[in-house]
């Protein structure tokens, strides 16, 4: 999702409506953002809830702890150095262990995955 250039977030509870194919949006309020981002992308640990959000100018990203009451967003003292010109950020997990992936600009055309199939013994 891309980040507003403000330094604020608006914050919205989604939940499940109450007929199919129907949702409850509700605004819950605004958190305050440390910079400006390119790139806002969440991700689960366990049961918390983090918003990672690039920041270009410092080629680097910052951690916001999401929570459901007022506080709404907490920075984490971490900052991901993940370089400049990213615009794809992608979390995966192997196993029980979380990653993330940062692509640059300049390969996000280019950029393919080849799936070596076995082949059958003669």
Same mark, same amino acid.
Not at 10 to 18: A, D, E, L, W, Y
């Given at each position: 999702?891309?980040?507003?250039?403000?330094?604020? #977030?608006?914050?919205?509870?989604?939940?499940?409506?109450?007929? $199919?194919? @129907?949702?409850?949006?509700?605004?819950? +309020?605004? =958190?305050?953002?440390?910079?400006?981002?390119?790139?806002?992308?969440?991700?689960?640990?366990?049961?918390?809830?983090?918003?990672?959000?690039?920041?270009?100018?410092?080629?680097?990203?910052? #951690?916001?702890?999401?929570?459901?009451?007022?506080?709404?967003? $907490?920075? @984490?003292?971490?900052?991901?150095?993940? +370089?400049? =010109?990213?615009?794809?950020?992608?979390?995966?997990?192997?196993?029980?262990?979380?990653?993330?992936?940062?692509?640059?600009?300049?390969?996000?055309?280019?950029?393919?995955?080849?799936?070596?199939?076995?082949?059958?013994?003669?």
């Amino acid at each position: 999702m891309p980040a507003s250039p403000h330094s604020s #977030a608006t914050i919205f509870s989604v939940q499940p409506g109450t007929t $199919s194919n @129907s949702a409850d949006v509700k605004q819950l +309020g605004t =958190a305050n953002l440390a910079g400006k981002y390119s790139l806002v992308e969440a991700l689960m640990v366990g049961e918390n809830s983090y918003l990672i959000a690039y920041n270009p100018p410092v080629a680097a990203a910052d #951690a916001y702890q999401v929570w459901t009451t007022a506080q709404f967003l $907490s920075l @984490s003292k971490a900052k991901l150095r993940i +370089g400049k =010109a990213k615009d794809t950020l992608n979390f995966f997990a192997l196993g029980n262990l979380s990653y993330l992936m940062s692509i640059p600009r300049r390969m996000k055309s280019s950029l393919s995955i080849e799936l070596n199939q076995p082949t059958p013994e003669s």
